[in-house]
């Protein structure tokens, strides 16, 4: 995959913002003095009389994001995932999520992949944080063309929703003319009996290329991208069960409370089978670039190639 | 302001203690002191002040009120109920299941209220936000949010007062209920937020002291905060805990327990003589 295209998510979301904000006066965009990270600088360079930096102050921004909400505007509030998702739980808890406030969390940096700035920034624990506030959505797009439309759908909706974004370049993975994107619905990106992997995020792409390997062996791997993790296609979930038996999760967050524990609670409930979380083990990450911290923490094809596998044989 | 609407305001206020009370006594607890405290506040906002209509309580050119001290949710209801956005005889349902009237405010439930609170320091940035939205829409409506004085020490207040004077919004207006007392005793003995006014003078706000039970010092502070230009203004108001009820007044106690029955009655029988009273004058 040497000559794939590559964009980070973060990217996709300033560009996003940008062709929203020509369509829709209403759109405003708030950050808290990481325009230049989280990319929203691109929309402030196109509209800066609806760019507002709330300095380094992410509560404030939150609530300030929900009393825009209730003037008709739609704020798209933006920064890094450990401090929308860490830092202002409670106010996105009590003033976004309570109240359903028309406010849009675009949380970058998410997840280990964030590299050199180390455990303090990594935030592995973003979904399951999001994902316990009542109405609240969580959206983690795999690729630029995931993540520009997860933009447009959290526009559409009305309510919180909150899409984590990532800091490294990933491959394009959904560059074809088939691609519909519907919040809420999963999409199968491969087919196949034997066992499925439910991936979300940068993981998805790393999924394909273990499918691809495994293929090789005569594996017949079904690939599921989760790019809506609450409210979770648990027809889609327990299809997989149903079919294929097995599941494997990979997400780049902690094993605890995000996409592997959400899949394991619908199988639990409707189609019990056995379910193997591929993610953050319960450790913080450190220092070292993104790229390889990835593969330290067999958040990789060649991993996820290792467990299929090894749970085959089990 | 007239003589005869200073005295049908003062009549209103008396009405919406007793509704204070009438509230938390059917609730069996609630936060009766700092209701009162803020109860002529409340009386000159939605009777006198606010641009409001309480039969299109979402009308998109209103003026705003959040209550960042949410737990004084039973002034705000009284008031709202004797404005006319809900029944009066509904405030006794307060905290019961399935009532409108949540032990803190919820702008999904009760006609009138414009953000939901309760969590200390929010309400603040939310009325910032408001304040802000009114510039990105070309709107003029204004924005006023009541904060308590123990309140201002969560640290997010601190960031929305500078966030609503780096944006110089002069279209909102704070008030501080600066009752000196909070849950474990008074907020000079807990964690001393002094002196408020030269703290949010050098934040960068126009700054106004008054005494928070007089009407035409209510009256004449949010003139000049509404002529003030370039900077929003903070009027500190120095009020007493449990103003009105003889028992509660000044009381940490009162804060957050609500009159049981033989209490209820006593406060009911004062804010009775001195209703009679305001309407002999």
């Not at chain 1, 409670?90 to 406010?103: A, C, D, I, M």
Request: net charge negative; proline share 4%; aromatic share 6%.
């Amino acid at each position: 995959m040497a000559d794939v295209k590559k964009i980070a998510t973060r990217e996709s979301y300033g560009n996003a913002l940008v062709e929203l904000g020509k369509e829709h006066e209403n759109l405003v965009v708030l950050d808290a003095d990481l325009a230049e990270a989280t990319k929203t600088i691109i929309f402030r360079k196109a509209f800066p009389e609806r760019h507002f930096d709330c300095g380094i102050a992410e509560a404030n921004m939150i609530d300030v994001a929900a009393g825009m909400s209730t003037a008709g505007l739609v704020p798209f509030a933006s920064t890094f995932a450990m401090f929308a998702a860490g830092r202002a739980f409670e106010q996105v808890r009590n003033t976004l999520g309570y109240p359903h406030s028309n406010v849009k969390i675009g949380a970058t940096h998410g997840g280990i992949s964030v590299g050199e700035d180390g455990a303090s920034h990594q935030c592995c624990e973003d979904f399951a944080l999001m994902r316990t506030i009542p109405g609240m959505v969580v959206m983690s797009p795999s690729d630029d063309i995931e993540a520009k439309a997860a933009v447009r759908a959290a526009y559409e909706y009305v309510g919180p929703v909150y899409i984590r974004f990532g800091r490294l370049a990933v491959p394009v993975i959904n560059d074809n003319p088939g691609y519909h994107f519907e919040m809420g619905r999963g999409v199968t990106l491969r087919e196949g009996k034997d066992i499925t992997i439910i991936a979300t995020g940068l993981m998805v792409a790393e999924a394909l290329s273990a499918a691809e390997t495994l293929a090789a062996e005569g594996i017949d791997v079904r690939v599921v991208n989760i790019h809506t993790i609450k409210p979770l296609d648990t027809e889609l979930v327990v299809k997989a069960a149903k079919e294929t038996g097995l599941i494997i999760t990979a997400e780049e967050h902690n094993i605890i409370g995000g996409l592997g524990e959400a899949v394991c609670s619908c199988v639990a409930e409707h189609c019990p089978v056995r379910v193997r979380r591929v993610g953050v083990n319960d450790e913080f990450g450190h220092s070292g670039p993104g790229a390889d911290l990835l593969k330290q923490f067999g958040l990789s094809a060649e991993h996820l190639v290792e467990v299929v596998r090894e749970e085959l044989k089990k | 302001m007239t003589q005869e609407e200073k005295k049908n305001l003062a009549v209103t206020a008396c009405k919406v203690r007793m509704g204070v009370i009438e509230a938390t006594h059917g609730a069996k607890s609630g936060h009766p002191g700092g209701s009162l405290s803020a109860a002529d506040l409340f009386t000159y906002l939605y009777f006198k002040q606010l641009r409001i209509d309480p039969k299109n309580p979402r009308w998109d050119d209103r003026d705003r009120f959040v209550l960042s001290k949410g737990h004084t949710a039973p002034g705000l209801y009284s008031a709202l109920a004797l404005r006319g956005f809900f029944p009066t005889a509904d405030l006794p349902t307060l905290r019961h299941i399935g009532s409108y009237l949540q032990g803190h405010p919820n702008m999904n439930m009760t006609p009138g209220v414009d953000m939901s609170t309760g969590s200390l320091g929010q309400g603040i940035s939310t009325a910032a936000g408001m304040a802000l939205a009114a510039r990105v829409r070309g709107k003029d409506y204004h924005t006023y949010a009541l904060l308590g004085d123990g309140e201002i020490q969560e640290g997010q207040v601190w960031e929305a007062f500078m966030f609503s004077a780096h944006y110089k919004l002069d279209n909102l207006t704070i008030f501080i209920d600066n009752n000196n007392l909070q849950i474990d005793g008074q907020v000079c003995d807990v964690m001393s937020p002094y002196p408020i006014d030269e703290k949010l003078a050098a934040f960068g706000f126009h700054i106004i002291n008054i005494d928070g039970h007089d009407l035409d010092a209510i009256a004449a502070a949010i003139d000049e905060a509404l002529a003030t230009k370039g900077k929003p203004t903070a009027i500190i108001m120095k009020t007493v805990k449990g103003k009105g009820v003889s028992f509660m007044e000044n009381k940490a106690g009162w804060h957050g327990k609500a009159p049981n029955d033989e209490e209820y009655e006593t406060a009911m029988q004062e804010l009775r003589a001195q209703l009679a009273e305001l309407e002999a004058k």
